[in-house]
Antibody
């Protein structure tokens, strides 16, 4: 079955750290770019970060650059998001999303989404 | 950075009617635009990519058009199951920005 399953979300105090994981299955993971997208409670979608299929390109939203680090393990078919210096405004449901472009240099639309993992930042 | 402006932010229409949602990019993005549907409590679902290509399995009452800076998602013959929030999304270059969303309800 083709699926993405996120984990690692938790309650954390401002300034803290979390590492999110996305377990993938049912497709050739290292053929595709992958992304993290977040959605604050009651709000819209916000792209957070993307990583190319061969890690040739890594990009971040301005709101997280310098605090978050995206990575992937193409042997174990996992996507990660290391989140440091967390702020209250990082509180959101974090989705892992698969890029639809295979072996593409840039990015394409997202054709597969996980159910998300919740991150809550509060003192 | 390129901004994506969706309108309206919400709408209400009768079953069977035609609904149009617009998305405007602050700069030319060619046809690097997708539309997603997110039903309440559910995960976003890809409807349209490359501005006008229907994703496999999506009903043909959904269609997309436009290029450059102005784009449209049309739902012809609105159905009760189409109640959702719809987002446009540009992916020509980072940052990959989403529009603010359009909430569609049944009148």
């Amino acid at each position: 079955e083709v699926q993405l399953v996120e984990s690692g979300g938790d309650f954390v105090e401002p300034g803290g750290s979390l590492r999110l994981s996305c377990a993938t299955s049912g497709f050739t993971f290292d053929d595709y770019a992958m992304h993290w997208v977040r959605q604050a409670p009651g709000k819209g979608l916000e792209w957070v970060s993307g990583i190319g299929w061969n890690v040739d390109n890594i990009d971040y939203a301005d709101s997280v650059r310098g605090r978050f680090t995206i990575s992937r393990d193409n042997d174990e078919n996992f996507l990660y998001l290391q989140m440091d210096s967390l702020r209250a405004e990082d509180t959101a449901l974090y989705f892992c999303a698969k890029d639809s472009g295979r072996y593409t240099y840039g990015y394409s639309a997202f054709d597969l989404w996980g159910r998300g993992t919740m991150v809550s930042v509060s003192s | 950075d390129i901004q994506m402006t969706q309108s309206p932010s919400s709408l209400s229409a009768s079953v069977g009617h035609r609904v149009t949602i617009t998305c405007r990019a602050s700069q030319d993005i060619a046809n690097y635009l997708a539309w997603y549907q997110q039903k309440p409590g559910k995960v976003p679902k890809l409807l349209i990519y490359d501005a006008s290509t229907l994703q496999s399995g999506v009903p043909s009452r959904f269609s997309g058009s436009g290029s450059g800076t102005d784009f449209t998602l049309t739902i012809s013959n609105l159905q009760p199951e189409d109640v959702a929030t719809y987002y446009c999304h540009k992916y020509n270059s980072a940052p990959l920005t989403f529009g603010g969303g359009t909430k569609v309800e049944i009148k």
